[in-house]
């Protein structure tokens, strides 16, 4: 796994006890801390410059940098590089082998059901196509002109960006996207009974005004939509 999902966090132990809650299995206690669902790789970074992104690691990262840098500003970091894309999301590109050996076929799925990769809102869905094409990320569905269109990369890590205005809901830059379609009710159930602040209650898209699909947020900020479809 050379692709790991970063949370930042003023308080480690209150992140972890969010991810325990919902049953998300703790792969690595610290330097670094990590969680997963058995699809995506959480790291919980306590350090104070940490930001919620995505952070991307190979050994050497030369040939990719030299392009982005014609696109949009590249830092030289410890170990690596930082850019953002034109939607503020941080990614990093760290110069190392992948830090997760761990055998995530064994992991079972978190209380929040199938994760489905991250969703991005973008002003400009063709820069953004741009800047992750050439993280190694290819389209699987959707268009532009649709106003949506998905992408996924080697380790199906799934990204998916949606123009201003196309989601009636609140939106965090970046979130992470669950779809489960008619189990989401007894989901959103189960994220109530453990005690998970709900951040929005989503009734837009049913017409008998039921809640079928939820946001909540973990510690750090980083936004997760729990939706049907």
């Keep these: 796994m050379n692709t790991i999902l970063q949370t930042p966090t003023n308080d480690l132990n209150q ?50 940098v030299e392009k982005l840098k014609k696109i949009t500003n590249v830092l030289s970091i410890e170990h690596g590089y930082l850019l953002g894309d034109n939607n503020g999301v941080w990614i990093y590109l760290m110069e190392s082998n992948s830090t997760v050996n761990f055998d995530l076929g064994e992991v079972e799925n978190s209380t929040l059901g199938n994760f489905a990769g991250l969703s991005l809102e973008t002003t ?13 990320f290819s389209k699987t569905m959707g268009s532009v002109e649709q106003g949506w269109v998905a992408y996924e990369n080697q380790d199906k890590m799934g990204v998916s960006f949606m123009q201003p205005n196309s989601c009636p809901h609140l939106f965090f830059n970046p979130s992470m996207t669950y779809f489960n379609g008619k189990n989401n ?39 997760f939509f729990i939706f049907s479809d």
């Design 15 to 64: 992140s972890l006890i969010f991810y325990k809650q919902l049953n998300f299995k703790v792969l690595s206690k610290e330097n670094p801390t990590l969680v997963s669902d058995g699809k995506a790789v959480i790291e919980i970074n306590p350090d104070r410059f940490a930001r919620a992104g995505v952070k991307f690691y190979k050994s050497d990262w030369s040939s990719t």
């Design 124 to 136: 400009d869905i063709q820069k953004s196509i741009e800047v992750w094409e050439i993280l190694g």
């Design 185 to 223: 009710l007894e989901i959103i159930a189960k994220i109530r009974e453990v005690g998970i602040p709900i951040t929005e209650e989503i009734t837009h898209f049913n017409k008998e005004g039921i809640v079928d699909n939820i946001i909540i947020r973990d510690p750090g900020g980083y936004g």
